[in-house]
């Protein structure tokens, strides 16, 4: 049996084509990840601009309904737990890898550009970078926001305990009133006068929630502090 004779020509050829392939592919390939990279370009650029008043059309049919929330049941959130809820523009932190890729999947389903973003986190986050537990949103319209992405560490367990006091007024006040007495509790009996009585200690007690309330006052004024229901949306530090 005859080998057929190779045809030098044909092989050159046949190299040819599979290096146009290769680049052919190699072109493709680079189209991907440029095309990619603009996507990640452009969604971080969304984030960071933050626009006011943007509806993002999303197929609703596709959405997770427990990801759906209304800005009275975040209000509550941020006002138990003093966090906020702002443009992201305003959020000094960086937004994970992951919260982008996800952006990008809602995206290419929905098919549409989402804009819009909002961010609950605590009020140091918008200053400076910190561990605690930002919640990216995007507006859905209608007062609704969709949660995409959550990243970071949870917040501490007793977080809204201690953010009670800061509710309001009241809380405040009986803050002040139940550690008044309790530091009363702690001053020696017949300190101020050779027998002790109850007049004598609530004297003392109304002294020293004058001393502590004074005390929370200048701290509040000093600081520019204010009660929960007044910083949830607010962008400005001493709010």
């Not at 309001?168 to 550690?179: A, E, S, W």
């Not at 702690?186 to 001393?211: A, D, Y």
Request: proline share 3%.
């Amino acid at each position: 049996m005859l080998l057929k004779k190779t045809n030098i020509e044909e092989k050159l050829s046949r190299v040819k084509i599979g290096d146009l392939k290769s680049e052919e592919l190699l072109r493709e390939v680079r189209q991907i990840l440029k095309t990619d990279y603009e996507n990640e370009e452009r969604i971080e650029k969304n984030i960071s601009g933050g626009r006011k008043d943007v509806e993002n059309r999303f197929d609703f049919d596709q959405l997770e309904t427990d990801k759906i929330f209304h800005i009275s049941q975040i209000k509550q959130i941020c006002i138990d737990y003093r966090l906020r809820f702002l443009n992201s523009k305003y959020f000094k932190g960086d937004i994970p890898q992951e919260a982008i890729h996800k952006i990008k999947a809602l995206e290419k389903n929905h098919a549409i550009e989402v804009k819009g973003f909002k961010i609950v986190a605590p009020s140091k986050l918008f200053k400076l970078k910190d561990k605690d537990d930002p919640l990216l949103f995007a507006p859905i319209g209608n007062d609704y926001f969709y949660l995409i992405h959550k990243w970071g560490d949870d917040l501490h367990p007793l977080r809204k305990i201690l953010m009670w006091p800061f509710k309001n007024i009241i809380n405040l006040t009986l803050l002040v009133l139940v550690m008044s007495y309790l530091v009363t509790l702690m001053v020696p009996s017949g300190l101020f006068s050779k027998t002790s009585s109850s007049s004598e200690f609530w004297i003392v007690c109304f002294f020293m929630f004058k001393s502590i309330a004074a005390v929370v006052i200048f701290y509040g004024f000093a600081l520019g502090k204010n009660f929960n229901p007044a910083i949830w949306n607010s962008k400005y530090f001493n709010a």
